[in-house]
């Protein structure tokens, strides 16, 4: 986990996890598919295309969960609006930004780049998560990181576990 603080403007944060016996080209299939990220990610109950067309810049996703509070209360569905901003299939990089919600984020943006971890294609790949965001209220960043983390690292077994277990 790396946390830049500077209060006086956004917070920062970069999570990664590192998947062995998997591609970073398997792993970006996962991530291109912009509009059925819940089959992998914990917490989203759904997720689906509002505009525009799956994985390409511009297009738009509905985020429907309960891994974040809304600021409704604890018993309402947490939602977010995302639009994909950038992709670099070269890279195996994208970038979207949160444009409506009720979870208090504001001007959020993430960055999610995918590499491989090895000398070959098969010694497995990394994946980093970066957000920028102004503070939330009701939350330290430190907390906000914490909960990252443990998203990122369940949506990557999930994703490992179907690469490597296909038919389980």
Aim: charged share 30%.
């Amino acid at each position: 986990m790396k946390v830049e603080k500077n209060s006086e403007t956004k917070w920062q944060a970069k999570v990664s996890t590192v998947l062995k016996g998997v591609t970073a080209d398997q792993i970006w299939a996962f991530y291109r598919d912009f509009f059925n990220f819940h089959k992998w990610f914990p917490g989203l109950a759904s997720c689906y295309g509002v505009h525009g067309a799956n994985g390409e810049p511009g297009c738009i996703r509905y985020c429907g969960g309960f891994s974040i509070k809304s600021e409704d209360g604890e018993d309402s569905v947490s939602w977010s609006k995302e639009k994909l901003t950038a992709v670099d299939p070269i890279q195996r990089s994208l970038t979207y930004e949160i444009v409506d919600c009720n979870i208090g984020f504001k001007s959020y943006e993430s960055t999610v780049k995918i590499t491989p971890s090895g000398r070959d294609a098969e010694s497995g790949c990394r994946i980093d998560w970066s957000i920028k965001v102004d503070p939330v209220k009701g939350w330290v960043l430190e907390d906000l990181v914490k909960k990252f983390e443990a998203g990122l690292d369940r949506a990557a077994r999930r994703m490992e576990e179907a690469l490597t277990n296909p038919e389980e």
